[in-house]
């Protein structure tokens, strides 16, 4: 079965980048995705990656995949106080065509230190 | 304008209860979906509907009953609510897979809270 596997918690320092990391287990996924929960909020989708790519960036985010390792990592370069959110690694459940769902992880909460 | 917009925000109410949450989105896709988030905001996927048809449905509760009136809407109805059904949902909607290379993004909406006495 499909499962999303990222740590709970991110601790890092206002002005240093923050790395999230992110393993799935579906080889046929087609897209991976990053989305951002701030507290008391919906779900923003931030990025996400085409499965033949292996990098992506986008202003301070960069996304890299390791397809052989089912890796999925999201780089915020420059951390700020109002990047402090919960990020979903999430992937297509149903690759087939149709209405692809999304697996998600559990959730990175960021906490930012001054 | 809201893209994808839920009614009510909050949901208060004791067990037993039926009620229903309201979902529109404006953005013409033909696909919806709901998705549950327990108190330790896990996201899981309920349903999703293409084109007002049932495609995805998760190991629910049948208490649990999506309703698509039209492209556009797709309700959650919750009889004799239990506790445990206490969980922010969301609704979610994205265009057809492979249109417009938008990569199947899904666009949610608020969410709604709903907390069982």
């Known amino acids: 079965g499909e499962d999303v596997e990222q740590s709970l918690f991110l601790s890092v320092r206002e002005g240093d980048s923050s790395v999230i990391n992110c393993t799935y287990t579906?080889?046929?996924?087609?897209?991976l995705y990053w989305y951002k929960q701030e507290p008391g909020a919906g779900l923003q989708l931030l990025t996400y990656?085409?499965?033949?790519?292996d990098m992506k960036q986008d202003q301070r985010l960069t996304v890299l995949l390791n397809k052989k390792d089912k890796h999925l990592s999201l780089r915020i370069a420059d951390t700020q106080t109002g990047d402090s959110a919960i990020y979903f690694c999430?992937?297509?459940?149903?690759?087939?065509?149709?209405?692809?769902?999304?697996?998600f992880g559990k959730g990175t909460h960021l906490i930012i230190q001054p | 304008d809201t893209a994808v917009s839920q009614t009510p925000k909050y949901l208060v109410t004791q067990m037993g209860n039926d009620k229903s949450i309201k979902c529109e989105q404006n953005l013409g896709h033909d696909t919806m979906y709901w998705y549950k988030q327990d108190s330790k905001k896990f996201l899981k996927i309920m349903f999703s509907?293409?084109?007002?048809?049932?495609?995805i449905n998760e190991t629910v509760p049948n208490r649990f009953s999506p309703k698509s009136p039209d492209k556009a809407h797709l309700n959650l109805h919750i009889n004799s609510l239990e506790l445990g059904d206490s969980a922010v949902y969301f609704c979610a909607s994205s265009p057809l897979k492979g249109l417009a290379g938008v990569g199947g993004q899904q666009f949610f909406g608020p969410g709604t809270r709903l907390t069982v006495l």
């Open positions: 999430a992937e297509s459940i149903y690759s087939g065509g149709g209405a692809d769902g999304l697996t």
């Open positions: 990656i085409f499965s033949n790519m």
């Open positions: 579906d080889s046929s996924s087609t897209y």
């Open positions: 509907y293409n084109n007002k048809e049932l495609i």
